[in-house]
């Protein structure tokens, strides 16, 4: 989304008429790309109309086809559903349907046609633009239009954007909605799982995907169920029952109170006969007599306010499909608005829709390695690793007696720096898959204080249990280097022979690993593999775009300021200024501008100065000045803590107090350590485990690597590690880059790294400042 577009406001000096319908079944985040189509129509010169009630509002016409000025969508980001409402609108299945559709959209002028909806609904788009010309022709033909009126309108554009709580369309890795109906799902689970613990019952979950799987694989990880069922890989063999019996036996031989079995709706065995949440109620409560219960989600799943991730996703799309209606040509297939690799892309619709309809029938056929291989590259590598964290038949042994093979490592697991969201669920993975694969895993306590004290301690399968779902740091952080007694830090990690280090931490978790790669030459003991895994939620580590911590922190965020611009709206014309963390990076404060509407954003990377606030006093004075009535909500402004030293939060308020003479109000916020969130939301669980599987996997890869003089060995070395790397590889940070997951040494990572102000050189995040600004009309920002 270039600066320039932003900037540009007319199309060949035809002013279009651009309308959005939501249709399907709702979906958290359609109110927001409603929002975002009606207001960057509008800044690029466009007239925008909202469809009500879906494709039949569309074969209705009349009212039910409403011109949007830019205040009709002014609450829209934090509401649930979809406010223009949807159907299932049997008509426009029909021929006749489309016809009556295709004339009212023609009397109405509209010329474009962007669509938020599922599979379906953007099957129906794509057959109506097909058809367009020929509905034409037949319109006039019966002169329900004329020649002329065909003439204009001869080429419709049709703009898919994907609003779907499954998560099921091909070629887009996520779908607006999905994450909200997650965070849904993982509050009734763990909602369910301390009544489960406390009565020591079985309950198994039903949550919807009618044909995909990725809500009970997420909700399955984020909540460390014991077993999953999805349509795209059903359980193997004829006696699966007695696989799953066996394995939730393990689990409560090891001392587990509760079981969790999540089955998504569509699940199936592999001669495909449908697997309900009752068969497996059954099933539990008959062979393992456990006292077992069901829940069906349901329709909660779909409900409440979108997160911050929907908000912004939907947002962001939004604005790229008006965006791709300018820029549409007769001859340009109708696009699909989509996510890959965390870009917002043009995919090929019809494309995207048939290959959605190939997984279907790739189950059909009973072909699940092409229906597994249809979904994202992600999606297999996190089906693989959920099941490489929970028990699984053939480590049986060596879980339940810990016998050791022979090339065991030896790894130790430190936090440092802040809390952030997930950091446990990280060291639950990082414990659990290493004992799946043989390895020792130990906790170093209170990070590097503690383990200068030697509070170093085995971890057990047990030990971690339910640390997923728990905020803050159960081992212990600070902020304290290794700097603080390196002697003592290497005579620890050699006389616990550790041979390899996971540091789950924030930016002090990097300067560590920096310290100890730079003293290799003097302390032996630190000549072995070292990952960092980001987690703060100042989202300040090079390397990554997430670090874990950010998106539990902007869900907090999100709903203090929901609250926050509740109140400032009843108290009418109040500006409320909203201090957040994030260091020297303005991600937090960008982030959730976006996800809240903040009417200005001020970060650390531009800083503040008086011709800004000018800027931003003009604005309000323009913007209160047109609402006589008092009608406007109330206003947010989000500042960084870091954004200035002189423009402090008070200082900010202060000037717009008094510059408001009486027209508008200001009161500060400062949200301080609640920012760190409570209980970790579903997106940082779910990464949580991914780096930290594969966290695990860069230890084995890298003390294979080992000089042969001392390559996996005794637990007696005094000289230095008994896996010796010394290759700068072998410390790095493990940061998520697009859909993967990318080990980067962190000697590399210092050229990108901005030390004096603690920071990535590059805020891959910026489009996302730039679109706050747009959408909240501050082109002059711009
Ligand atoms: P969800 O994933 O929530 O079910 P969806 O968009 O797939 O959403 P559908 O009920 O399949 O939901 O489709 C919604 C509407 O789109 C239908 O009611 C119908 O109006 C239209 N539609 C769906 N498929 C077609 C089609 N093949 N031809 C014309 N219109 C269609």
Redesign the pocket.
């Known amino acids: 989304i270039s600066q320039s577009s932003a900037l540009d406001s007319t199309v060949g000096g035809k002013r279009r008429k651009i309308a959005i319908l939501t249709?399907?079944?709702d979906a958290p985040g359609m109110n927001a790309s409603v929002r975002a189509v009606v207001r960057a129509s509008i800044i690029r010169g466009c007239d925008a109309y909202a469809v009500h009630e879906?494709?039949q509002g569309l074969v209705d016409g009349g009212d039910m086809i409403k011109k949007m000025g830019w205040d009709d969508v002014q609450q829209y980001l934090s509401i649930g559903g979809t406010v223009i409402g949807t159907a299932?609108?049997k008509a426009?299945?029909e021929r006749w349907g489309r016809l009556k559709a295709a004339k009212n959209m023609v009397k109405e002028g509209i010329d474009a046609l962007i669509v938020c909806?599922?599979?379906?609904?953007l099957?129906?788009a794509d057959?109506f633009r097909a058809e367009w010309p020929d509905l034409l022709e037949e319109l006039v033909k019966t002169g329900e239009l004329t020649d002329g009126e065909a003439k204009a309108f001869a080429h419709l554009n049709i703009v898919g954007l994907v609003g779907?709580i499954?998560n099921d369309m091909s070629s887009t890795d996520i779908t607006i909605g999905a994450v909200t109906c997650l965070h849904r799902i993982c509050e009734s689970i763990d909602s369910i799982s301390s009544t489960a613990s406390s009565h020591s019952r079985a309950f198994v979950v039903e949550v919807m995907g009618r044909h995909c799987g990725w809500l009970a694989l997420m909700a399955g990880i984020a909540t460390g169920a014991d077993f999953i069922f999805i349509p795209e890989r059903p359980p193997s063999g004829e006696n699966w029952q007695d696989n799953m019996c066996s394995e939730i036996k393990r689990h409560r031989d090891l001392g587990k109170r509760k079981t969790i079995v999540i089955v998504c709706e569509g699940a199936i065995d592999s001669n495909l006969n449908p697997i309900t949440a009752k068969d497996l109620m059954d099933l539990l409560t008959d062979r393992l007599h456990l006292d077992t219960r069901m829940t069906i989600l349901g329709h909660v799943q779909r409900g409440g306010t979108p997160c911050v991730f929907d908000r912004n996703l939907a947002t962001m799309q939004g604005v790229e499909a008006v965006e791709a209606v300018l820029d549409s040509r007769p001859d340009t297939p109708s696009p699909l608005i989509a996510m890959c690799e965390n870009k917002v892309v043009r995919v090929d619709l019809m494309k995207a829709v048939e290959k959605t309809g190939e997984v279907a029938k790739a189950i059909s056929r009973k072909d699940f390695n092409t229906a597994m291989k249809l979904r994202d590259p992600a999606f297999n590598q996190q089906y693989d690793q959920f099941i490489a964290t929970t028990l699984s038949k053939n480590i049986e042994q060596s879980l339940l007696t810990d016998d050791k093979t022979g090339a065991s490592l030896r790894i130790g697991i430190i936090n440092v720096g802040a809390p952030a969201g997930g950091m446990n669920a990280a060291v639950r993975a990082a414990v659990r898959y290493a004992r799946n694969r043989g390895h020792v895993p130990f906790a170093i306590q209170n990070g590097f204080p503690g383990l200068i004290a030697g509070q170093v301690k085995e971890m057990h399968w047990m030990d971690v249990d339910g640390w997923i779902a728990h905020g803050g740091s159960e081992l212990g952080t600070n902020r304290d280097q290794p700097s603080l007694d390196l002697g003592m830090v290497s005579y620890q990690l050699q006389k616990f022979n550790i041979q390899s280090l996971l540091l789950i931490g924030g930016f002090e978790a990097y300067t560590a690993c920096l310290e100890m790669y730079h003293a290799r030459d003097s302390y032996p003991a630190f000549c072995m593999p070292m990952v960092h895994i980001p987690a703060t939620i100042s989202n300040n580590v090079p390397g990554t775009e997430y670090s874990l911590g950010t998106d539990t922190s902007l869900n907090a965020i999100m709903e203090a300021c929901d609250a926050i611009k509740q109140s400032a709206t009843a108290s009418r014309k109040r500006v409320f200024i909203v201090e957040v963390h994030g260091g020297k990076v303005g991600y937090l404060a960008v982030m959730s501008g976006l996800a809240v509407g903040a009417t200005s954003v001020y970060i650390p990377e531009e800083g503040i100065s008086l011709s800004r606030l000018q800027k931003d006093v003009n604005h309000l004075c323009k913007r209160y000045g047109e609402d006589a009535e008092g009608k406007t909500q109330g206003r947010v402004f989000i500042r960084s803590e870091a954004a200035s030293k002189t423009y402090s939060t008070d200082i900010v308020s202060a000037i717009i107090k008094e510059e408001g003479h009486q027209q508008f109000d200001s009161r500060t916020a400062i949200l301080g350590h609640i920012q760190q969130g409570n209980s970790p939301s579903p997106l940082d669980r779910v990464r949580a485990m991914r780096l930290a599987v594969c966290a695990i996997d860069f230890f084995e890869e890298h003390s294979g690597n080992a000089s042969s003089s001392s390559s996996v060995a005794s637990n007696t070395s005094t000289q230095g590690p008994s896996v010796y790397v010394k290759d700068p590889e072998s410390i790095a940070v493990a940061g998520l880059q697009g859909s993967n997951v990318v080990f980067r040494a962190v000697e590399v990572l210092q050229k990108d790294t901005d030390m004096k102000n603690r920071r990535p050189t590059q805020s891959w995040w910026m489009d996302y400042k730039r679109v706050c600004n747009l959408l909240a009309r501050r082109t002059e920002l711009l």
Request: hydrophobic content about 10%; charged content about 20%; some cysteine.
């Open positions: 249709s399907g079944g879906g494709y299932r609108c426009f299945r909806g599922g599979d379906g609904s099957t129906g057959l779907s499954d």
